[in-house]
């Protein structure tokens, strides 16, 4: 068989660039190792019980004006989504009280005064300094941008408005997180607020999350609100695989491409575990920097001092899961999305202490059985120390009771309550999402390093998804298929 473009692994990433891709007109394939699309933001279907495998917190899925990359490819792609809006975002559980989330920003900063009101009002500062970094970001479409010197003439001929909006806001964009925080913030519990919500976003706390992503974070929710697409994330992996296919582009399950083949310092081609060979000219990898470089490629198509370089990057931990379908009956007034801290005295990221929590089926009925609700709750988990052997079974037990205690904060019956149990491990995602110790990508700080960009040392060799530039998240990861797809299709 032969392409012109081979794209390795469906994920958010991946899937965007080959739709782009095929949309553009090239003769695309995307080779996916799971009987499931979608990589880390795959849903799976168990005893009627629809799961989400990862994200389940999305911004802008509809709208004509929507920012959200995702959204802008599916709109490409001549696909939609359906979606249901809610309000509060959700709810944060912390030793000192519950208060909820809203997307409006005054009204969360109502309930952060019935906590602190000196904190409410340096949380305004905090806003009112990051807020012109969003409104001049909002005017450049994610849909523009390229990873080439072709970027520069087509911001100025189509974006010079709001590329000269940014150029106040130039200092921002290398900025932390942390060093808005300092500048603006001096109270402790809005301080541990702020890691918080940096780390729900990036994996990092403040310090070590970009200003620009968090920018960008405030200003859709509080303008497009938050969204819960029907049919779980699976809905928006189906919706790009349909918009892929729709313009002629394959997508193979089950096809686990064993090597990236190179001749000449160029790719060629893949070939796959069943000895099967496809040739392409062009071949993005959406696998992680770590399994493109030590996996996917013979150790001799690289520079030594590169391949090293990369494989130095540290990776965020993993994640221990719990999915469960549980009984609905009295659970009239449950909300979806919740966060809790269980010790203020501990760091957030200490594994286990912070948890969150999604119950999708009070926006998606049809997610679970009649009368039950379908429930994700994850926390960090190290991918040291963790073998399948004897011991296994009990430690993963032992790990997912730290999320019961969090879950019994919002459901005080749940284990009472529950019908059908899965907990993942690290191992989990490593086995089945292919992920370098089940991690959600690199571990870079604002200040202390880059996310690499698309290119590697091998001509005809790109990167997308969580662990290139823009970073983590779905509107990341979109967002670098979105820039590779540009590159390599032409003006």
Same mark, same amino acid.
């Given at each position: ?275 099967? $060979?496809?040739?392409?000219? +062009? &071949?993005?990898?959406?696998? !992680? ?6 996996? /996917?490629? #013979? ?114 019956? $749940?284990?009472?309550?529950? +019908? &059908?149990?899965?907990?993942? !491990? ?6 089945? /999402?292919? #992920? ?56």
């Amino acid at each position: 068989m032969s392409f012109d473009i081979i794209v390795i692994g469906s994920g958010i990433g991946g899937l965007c660039a080959a739709g782009l891709l095929a949309r553009y007109g090239k003769k695309v394939i995307v080779c996916e190792s799971h009987s499931i699309a979608g990589g880390a933001a795959h849903s799976f279907r168990r005893r009627g019980f629809e799961f989400d495998s990862g994200p389940s917190f999305y911004c802008g899925l509809t709208g004509s004006e929507s920012l959200n990359p995702v959204k802008q490819v599916l709109d490409v792609l001549g696909e939609s989504l359906e979606a249901v809006r809610y309000d509060p975002l959700g709810h944060y559980h912390f030793p000192e009280g519950t208060f909820a989330v809203y997307s409006n920003a005054e009204l969360y900063r109502k309930e952060v005064a019935k906590i602190t009101p000196k904190g409410a009002r340096e949380l305004e500062a905090f806003e009112r300094r990051l807020l012109p970094l969003y409104d001049a970001m909002k005017g450049i479409p994610t849909l523009a941008l390229r990873a080439d010197w072709q970027l520069l003439p087509v911001l100025i001929g189509g974006y010079l408005p709001s590329l000269l909006k940014m150029l106040p806001n130039l200092p921002l964009v290398q900025s932390s997180m942390g060093d808005v925080m300092d500048a603006t913030i001096t109270d402790p519990w809005v301080r541990r607020l702020i890691d918080l919500e940096c780390f729900l976003l990036s994996g990092l706390k403040a310090h070590g999350t970009i200003a620009p992503e968090v920018a960008f974070m405030l200003g859709e929710r509080s303008r497009a609100g938050v969204e819960y697409p029907v049919g779980g994330s699976g809905a928006i992996v189906k919706a790009l695989v349909k918009g892929l296919e729709r313009w002629g582009g394959e997508l193979l399950l089950g096809c686990h491409v064993e090597q990236i083949l190179v001749e000449s310092g160029q790719a060629v081609g893949v070939r796959t575990r069943n000895g099967e $060979v496809i040739k392409a000219p +062009v &071949v993005i990898s959406n696998a !992680t920097l770590w399994d493109t470089y030590t996996k /996917l490629l #013979r150790l001799e198509y690289l520079p030594e001092n590169y391949r090293q370089a990369a494989l130095g990057t540290s990776p965020i931990e993993s994640f221990m899961h719990l999915h469960l379908g549980i009984r609905g009956d009295g659970l009239e007034n449950l909300t979806g999305h919740h966060v809790v801290l269980h010790d203020a005295g501990k760091d957030i990221t200490v594994p286990g202490n912070t948890c969150m929590i999604s119950t999708p089926s009070v926006w998606d009925a049809s997610l679970a059985i009649e009368g039950h609700h379908v429930v994700h709750a994850y926390t960090l988990e190290p991918f040291a120390g963790w073998v399948r052997d004897d011991k296994y079974e009990g430690k993963k037990r032992e790990k997912a009771q730290s999320l019961y205690r969090a879950l019994e904060k919002v459901i005080p019956d $749940v284990r009472e309550r529950v +019908v &059908v149990e899965f907990i993942g !491990t690290p191992l989990t995602h490593a086995h089945y /999402l292919r #992920r370098y110790q089940g991690t959600y990508g690199p571990s870079i700080a604002a200040g202390k390093g880059m996310f690499p960009g698309m290119y590697t040392p091998i001509k005809g060799l790109y990167r997308v998804g969580d662990s290139t530039m823009p970073g983590i998240g779905v509107p990341a990861v979109a967002a670098s298929g979105i820039i590779c797809a540009n590159t390599l299709a032409g003006r």
